[in-house]
């Protein structure tokens, strides 16, 4: 029976067991679609990412929910790069660019004295608006409707992967929410495929701008999601196009996963780059918990 290494990272984090777990599976050109997709699911992750040769990047990245593959995940994408310096198996310039679904995107890798950060850039950030019923909308993740800010519109974005971005009034709703997740798609009529994402701008951490949960669509496999980085990108770009229009640069800290028991943060970089245009980065340490083995 062939098995395959599994190597185990948490991201946003530097204290095991906290942020978000990712999977790594290094050298996986010799493994089919089918066979990341039952490794992903075996494994059990909201991502485990599969590390492949490229000839368009210095490495491609592919990444697997439990149910169905994705374009792009932050969290993965920072698990996967420290775990590759870590090995010795990437060039040590502080440069790289790696391949996705969602395109060639550069990485930075920061390495101080005893802290390695690693920085993503994403997609160009992309907005739609929801036109369904927000009642259901704030019912599917167990709130009243007068518990979301309509101060700030519920947008569909993306800078790589599409979640619906929710604005809330209050951090104590946080802990009441209770996603119905499969009652997702009959709402997001527009994207049924798609994540949910309250956020507030109530934090615990006084160093923190935004606070936030990420629910996963059914279809993935998973319930929630603990600390996200493609949706934090999103909400820099959400900042500056609909909160502050008027800066042409943000950087600010989210803050994710303690309603979970996963507390980890996101430092977000966002800037204007022309008409339409956004530069949108997010970066985060990484921490080793384990490897271990699965079968196919």
């Not at 929910?65 to 310039?93: K, V, W, Y």
């Not at 019912?139 to 992967?161: C, K």
């Not at 949910?196 to 701008?201: I, S």
Request: glycine share 8%; hydrophobic share 35%; charged share 20%.
């Amino acid at each position: 029976m062939k098995e395959v290494n599994v190597y185990h990272y948490d991201a946003f984090s530097s204290i095991p067991n906290k942020g978000n777990p990712a999977g790594v599976v290094l050298d996986a050109n010799g493994l089919s679609e089918d066979e990341m997709q039952h490794i992903a699911r075996k494994v059990g992750f909201n991502e485990t990412t599969f590390v492949l040769k490229s000839d368009k990047a210095d490495v491609r990245l592919r990444f697997f929910t439990p149910g169905h593959e994705m374009n792009l995940c932050g969290h993965a994408t920072i698990a996967s790069l420290f775990c590759l310096q870590e090995r010795g198996m990437i060039d040590s310039a502080n440069n790289i660019n790696i391949e996705t679904n969602a395109g060639i995107l550069p990485i930075e890798i920061i390495n101080d004295i005893n802290v390695t950060t690693i920085k993503m850039k994403q997609a160009n950030p992309q907005f739609g608006s929801f036109n369904g019923d927000i009642e259901r909308l704030a019912h599917s993740i167990g709130l009243s409707v007068e518990e979301l800010d309509d101060r700030n519109p519920i947008v569909y974005g993306s800078t790589g992967i599409w979640t619906l971005l929710i604005p809330v009034k209050s951090l104590s709703s946080f802990r009441r929410m209770l996603p119905k997740n499969e009652l997702f798609p009959d709402i997001l009529t527009g994207n049924p495929r798609c994540s949910l994402h309250p956020f507030c701008l109530e934090t615990i951490d006084q160093n923190a701008k935004m606070h936030a949960r990420h629910f996963s669509s059914p279809y993935s496999g998973t319930v929630e999601d603990p600390v996200t980085g493609t949706a934090s990108g999103v909400m820099g770009a959400y900042y500056l196009t609909y909160m502050e229009p008027e800066l042409q640069e943000a950087a600010f800290t989210v803050e994710q996963g303690l309603e979970m028991n996963r507390d980890g943060r996101v430092k977000v970089e966002v800037r204007r780059a022309g008409p339409g245009q956004m530069d949108v980065h997010i970066s985060g340490t990484v921490v080793k918990v384990n490897e271990f083995r699965v079968s196919l």
